[in-house]
């Protein structure tokens, strides 16, 4: 029936999402490299910020939150059980921002912009991913808010979510060669980490491990979604 069949499809579903020791290491080294990465970005834009902070937007909060960019994206692995890949398509994303809205990334904004680009990239590449409300409460923001900021981001990159093979390779092999783990394969896809999409519909919101995520408060914003 078509009840079997969709249980069936949510469990394989389900099973994509568990991650080997390896691929969990690697993640966290992942997120290390790019924490780093967007912490001399965001160090780098504070003459800038001080002098011409820009436009406020829905991605700005009233005060820094008391939580590094590397806890921050830790919290994320731990807890979206999202793939590997999604971290090396939120930092292409993240750099479409930038490029196409001239995006100065501070301490007041960087938090939502991460959180709503993996998003977006577990979206777009992982076959099964938790929902907005899931996103929220582990991103520390209000499920209003996290919407806003989904549909915020995907106007400010014209909504180009695709990624070249050849593109994501080359962000994976410079991530990787600062993790000190090579050019391993990861993600469970059986490409060598090159990325295979999924054709559009694919994908379906589901609520993969029952994980309980802890409560993080970074609700207050500036602009309100």
């Known amino acids: 029936t078509a009840t079997t069949t969709a249980t069936t499809t949510n469990s394989n579903n389900l099973q ?11 993640g966290i080294a992942l997120a290390g490299v790019i ?60 750099d479409r921002l930038i490029q196409c809205n001239n995006f100065l990334l501070t301490d007041l904004n960087i938090h939502r912009v991460v959180i ?18 899931y996103y929220a409460k582990v991103g520390g923001v209000l499920v209003s808010e996290m919407n806003g900021l989904e549909v ?26 600062h993790t000190g783990a090579g050019d391993t394969n990861n ?11 999924t054709q559009p519909g694919e994908t379906e919101q589901h609520h993969p491990k029952h994980v309980q995520a802890q409560p993080y408060n970074n609700h207050t914003s500036q602009q309100q979604a």
């Open 16 to 26: 994509n999402m568990e991650s080997t020791p390896e691929q969990a290491a690697e």
């Open 35 to 94: 924490a780093s990465v967007l912490e001399r970005l965001v160090s780098s834009n504070v003459p800038h910020a001080v002098t011409d902070p820009g436009q406020i937007t829905k991605f700005h909060a009233l005060k820094a939150p008391g939580i590094s960019i590397f806890q921050y994206l830790e919290r994320i692995h731990k807890y979206a059980a999202c793939s590997n890949e999604c971290f090396i398509f939120s930092l292409i994303y993240i």
């Open 116 to 133: 709503t680009a993996i998003l977006l990239a577990a979206k777009f590449f992982d076959d099964a991913y938790y929902n907005n409300a």
């Open 152 to 177: 915020d981001f995907l106007f400010r990159i014209n909504f180009t979510l695709h990624v070249t093979p050849e593109l994501f390779q080359k962000y994976r092999e410079e991530l990787m060669s």
């Open 187 to 197: 993600g469970g896809n059986g490409s060598g980490g090159v990325p295979q999409k």
